[in-house]
């Protein structure tokens, strides 16, 4: 049964940093891709990074790129967001995501099957 985890979402000022964590089980990292996506209140789901399960590339929406850094740690079953340069618009709800997927990249929420329940990140003064 493939469960996702995150962790480390909170309130943090624009200009600062948070790093979420997505603790997977029930499935090994070697054989899925997982995906960080947001949600804000309003808005459609978007997707914000990825991980390939195969060689480690990544992918990153414009919005976050240079700020925002995915990576995972196989033996910790884990995968990690490193959030830099907060702004505001970055408020949202953080979701990860796995699919089973020999290979590539994507973006689309429609694409992944299995979810984590999500944790809040909140950027103001």
């Known amino acids: 049964q493939v469960q996702l985890v995150e962790s480390g979402g909170g309130l943090v000022q624009p200009g600062g940093s948070l790093r979420l964590s997505c603790a997977a089980s029930?499935?090994?990292?070697?054989?899925?891709?997982i995906g960080w996506f947001r949600q804000a209140p309003g808005k459609e789901r978007e997707g914000v990074s990825c991980?390939?399960?195969?060689?480690?590339?990544?992918a990153y929406a414009d919005s976050v790129k240079g700020r925002f850094t995915i990576s995972k740690d196989n033996a910790k079953n884990t995968v990690y967001l490193q959030m830099n340069s907060l702004k505001p618009e970055d408020t949202a709800v953080y979701y990860c995501?796995?699919?089973?997927?020999?290979?590539?990249?994507?973006?689309?929420?429609?694409?992944?099957?299995?979810w984590g329940q999500g944790t809040q990140v909140t950027v103001s003064s």
């Open positions: 995501a796995a699919e089973y997927w020999a290979g590539g990249l994507s973006l689309e929420p429609t694409d992944f099957g299995s």
């Open positions: 029930g499935f090994t990292l070697d054989y899925y891709v």
């Open positions: 991980i390939s399960n195969s060689d480690g590339s990544t």
